[in-house]
């Protein structure tokens, strides 16, 4: 006899073998885990069958998605698809009957599954979904025991069908309540296959049983200001636990999304002394082997450029360089594999050609992780797991190895291998474990601590699956279609926070805080059908941080040698904050720089007259990160070059039709810029390029493009010269011949005109940009060249947004300001008064902007 038994608790006794959806459900029948989805791919492998890697699986469905789609980025539509897809291969849908419906949306995703299907089986392989529905029809049956699962899906029903042998219990979460019943249509499947149902009259108690309607039970609710105080103050308690002899597993932390909280759990039990375990999953991009892969695909982009190549060596995994090649390295700013090699550095193997096979490119990977040592630095569980999944994954993208593919494309194959596998995170040392609500299903734990029981979070917003939207689910699952609903996941969530409150044995905990990072948030609709009482946080110091905290603006007997120092650095903050003038540690260094010793740009300068401590960070002391900019600025790169190809190919000869020409030539002017700025050619950038192009055509043919008169004569032309007593160059975007005068034109992307630098009353409204040009640039390219004017050029509605206009002793003033700092070395953080220049800048955290500069701006 099978049964199938339905109540709250154990089944009477473990037969045979114990599948389980967690390791403490397994442990209440005193086995040792292995969950029903495991154990039907061991009996699916056993058979002789294969399983698809993420990298096979993902390249086949993008086939089957173009092929029924014709879609310009298959890859990213199989993204979107996927989910739906492998919900329909899951549950065993007749693909043929469902491509009948009446929606065309339903069709397509049937079409597309079918075709995937067919690829599949093509290469001898399933999707990792479909082996529980298949290993249905290699399993030799056995006596098995179910337990631990909140519901049993119409695959794993049919799997245990199948695998099931006489003396089998399937042991469910059940109650009369509206909630189960998805358990009750899973028993009726099972007991019109021949099983026998026991339905218990066992209630369960507590907050269990509150959460259900009856009016028993208690417990704990912590209301925190913040994530990080409500964090805290659960560890506080966990930390006190431990203390009083209670055993690390008798205590779990609950959350329902670990992938969330596990970064901020693994720093805070770090600083108080308590071992966590943790069960997370992240993508292959996240682990140290993975962005170490993403800074060399990146280098290989860029050309072997400094910035990104020195990053691959900086990374911690990498054999990097030594520093005397390092300095050298700072100096020369190397650009290509010779100039790399010069200073003794083998840079060949990111050198990779425009096209090769598979073989060859996945040989290139895997030659480049041995030679940069990765396997001798990858000395944590993480790395070593991260670069065998990694390996195994090249293996899959070698086949079939004669076949060629240019670099963006493997590239981007690389790239999706890293977002799509999944790696375990470092587990840590054996502690209180980090879980999510189903590890506690038929679990039993006496301390649970809840975290995150906010509106949204517990349980988490269901997003609906433009793919296969609820509506569509609804209308056909009442058609017959076993297919999940809004309301059958509610109802599944319902259970699973159940079970959950049911699982805690001695105490519950649940919290939620006030802020979270989106801000303000409302606690979980859970929490109100519970009898919880509020309890005030605990205020004990748990840490030397806390401590140090307690202590910065006090004495104490605490003997802590770091003390002194923090104190000191605190008295520093206190100066800053609450006198009127700066100091030594707010931008006074006194360490003055010759103004002759410097060559300034127009945005630099333009820096140092909006905020002198910005320009201190970025350009004083360096700090300023280029690869950032490089990227920020690359569209504006890419604009600026198609427009200069084209003026110059309209300029020489003149054309007859100026305008006509410029946009003749946009395109091979952008295609030309792409292959000078190594750009990569994505999916991605193909749709992006065409809205680029046309943005530049609109401005081209606007009319404020080209003045009256006008005749472009040169672009993208740089110079050298003075103004205002500093060096200066830069490269003036365009210079039209207006009669017998010239008008410089420089482009802008946004819409609006420049901030400009502070004036004598501190608001960004002076410019300087234009009247550098017209004193500076216009001189050192045409010396016998007459100034017909300068102006802004919107790129986004070929507008002009400003012109020229000298005042002569606001821009004598500003440059008695640029040299009077230098030479004092006096770099204040004074923004302009209305703060706008604080709200683009990285630096706040340093210079402590807000409230405090309030006081002192332009004392």
């Not at 109650?175 to 189960?180: C, L, M, S």
């Not at 030594?322 to 083998?346: F, H, I, K, M, N």
């Not at 990977?365 to 000395?379: E, N, S």
């Amino acid at each position: 006899m099978r049964t199938v038994i339905l109540g709250t608790g154990t089944p009477p006794e473990a037969r045979g073998t114990v599948l389980a959806l967690n390791r403490r459900a397994a442990a209440r029948l005193g086995a040792r885990p292995q969950r029903l989805d495991a154990y039907a791919h061991r009996v699916l492998l056993e058979s002789g069958q294969a399983v698809a890697s993420p990298t096979l699986a993902h390249r086949l469905l993008t086939g089957a998605v173009q092929e029924a789609l014709g879609s310009g980025d298959p890859g990213l539509l199989a993204r979107s698809l996927g989910s739906a897809v492998r919900e329909l291969l899951r549950s065993g849908i007749d693909l043929a009957l469902l491509s009948q419906d009446e929606s065309p949306q339903v069709q397509r995703l049937c079409c597309v599954a079918a075709l995937y299907q067919r690829a599949l089986r093509d290469h001898a392989v399933i999707d990792p979904v479909e082996a529980v529905r298949l290993a249905a029809r290699f399993a030799v049956p056995e006596p098995l025991t179910v337990f631990g699962y909140s519901r049993l899906s119409p695959d794993q029903l049919l799997f245990l069908d199948a695998a099931a042998g006489e003396g089998s219990v399937v042991a469910l979460p059940w109650e009369d309540h509206p909630y189960f019943e998805e358990t009750l249509q899973a028993a009726s499947k099972l007991e019109a296959l021949g099983w026998t149902v026991e339905r218990r009259q066992d209630q369960s108690e507590g907050l269990s049983g509150a959460f259900l309607g009856r009016s028993t039970g208690a417990g704990a609710l912590h209301i925190a200001a913040s994530e990080d105080d409500e964090l805290r103050a659960a560890l506080r308690q966990v930390k006190g636990l431990l203390r009083r002899g209670v055993a690390a597993a008798d205590i779990a932390l609950v959350v329902n999304d670990d992938d969330l909280w596990a970064p901020r759990v693994r720093a805070v039990a770090w600083e108080y002394g308590i071992p966590v375990q943790f069960s997370t999953s992240v993508p292959l991009a996240d682990t140290r082997p993975g962005r170490w892969l993403e800074r060399v695909l990146t280098a290989v982009e860029e050309g072997l450029a400094f910035e990104a190549l020195s990053r691959v060596f900086a990374h911690p995994l990498d054999a990097g360089m030594d520093g005397a090649v390092w300095q050298q390295a700072r100096t020369r700013r190397p650009q290509a594999a010779p100039e790399w090699q010069a200073l003794g550095l083998d840079a060949a193997g990111f050198d990779w050609p425009a096209q090769a096979s598979r073989a060859d490119w996945v040989e290139r990977v895997g030659t480049l992780i041995v030679a940069r040592g990765l396997a001798d630095r990858a000395t944590r569980t993480q790395d070593l797991l991260a670069l065998n999944f990694l390996r195994a994954e090249l293996a899959v993208l070698a086949a079939p190895p004669g076949d060629r593919l240019p670099r963006g494309a493997f590239i981007q194959e690389l790239r999706e291998v890293l977002a799509l596998v999944m790696v375990p995170s470092d587990p840590g040392s054996r502690g209180v474990e980090l879980l999510t609500p189903p590890s506690l299903v038929g679990a039993q734990v006496p301390h649970v601590f809840v975290l995150g029981a906010v509106d949204g979070g517990l349980p988490a917003r269901m997003k609906d699956d433009p793919a296969l939207d609820f509506t569509e689910r609804r209308r056909l699952a009442r058609a017959g279609f076993a297919l999940d609903t809004a309301a059958a996941l509610a109802r599944r969530d319902a259970v699973t926070f159940w079970a959950l409150l049911h699982a805690a044995g001695e105490t519950c905990t649940l919290s939620y805080a006030r802020l979270g990072g989106a801000g303000e948030q409302q606690p979980s609709p859970f929490l109100a059908r519970l009898p919880l009482t509020p309890a005030a946080l605990e205020a004990a110091a748990c840490s030397p941080e806390e401590v140090r905290r307690g202590l910065v603006r006090r004495e104490g007997t605490y003997v802590d040698p770091a003390l002194a120092a923090i104190r000191a650095a605190y008295q520093v903050e206190v100066r800053r904050i609450q006198q009127p003038s700066y100091d030594e540690h707010d931008g006074l260094t006194g360490q003055p720089l010759a103004p002759a010793d410097l060559v300034f740009s127009a945005s630099q300068l333009s820096v140092l007259g909006r905020c002198a401590f910005r320009w201190w960070l970025e350009y004083g002391l360096k700090l300023r990160d280029q690869t950032v900019d490089d990227q920020a600025f690359g569209l504006g790169r890419l604009r600026h070059g198609a427009l200069a190809f084209a003026v110059r190919r309209a300029a020489q000869p003149p054309a007859a039709d100026l305008r006509a020409a410029l946009l003749d030539a946009l395109d091979e002017g952008l295609r030309h810029t792409e292959e000078a700025e190594v750009w990569p050619q994505t999916p991605e950038w193909a749709h992006e390029r065409r809205d680029v192009l046309a943005g530049l055509r609109q401005a081209v043919r606007a009319e404020g493009f080209l003045q009256t008169g006008a005749v472009p004569l040169a672009a993208e032309q740089p110079f050298e010269g003075e103004w205002q007593g500093l060096q200066v160059r830069g490269v003036v975007d365009r210079v039209d011949q207006l009669g017998e005068r010239l008008l410089i034109v420089d482009y802008k992307s946004g819409s609006g005109r420049p901030l400009g630098v502070q004036d004598d009353t501190g608001r960004l409204g002076l410019d300087i940009q234009l009247p550098l040009y017209a004193q500076a640039a216009l001189p050192a390219l045409y010396p016998e060249g007459r100034l017909g004017g300068a102006l802004y050029l919107s790129l986004q509605h070929g507008t002009v947004l400003s012109r020229l206009k000298l005042s002569p002793t606001e821009l004598d003033a500003f440059g008695d300001r640029v040299r009077t700092a230098l030479t004092q070395g006096a770099f204040p953080p004074r923004p302009d008064t209305d703060f706008k220049t604080c709200r683009t800048c990285q630096w706040t955290g340093v210079c402590r902007g807000g409230e405090r500069l309030e006081g002192k701006v332009h004392r």
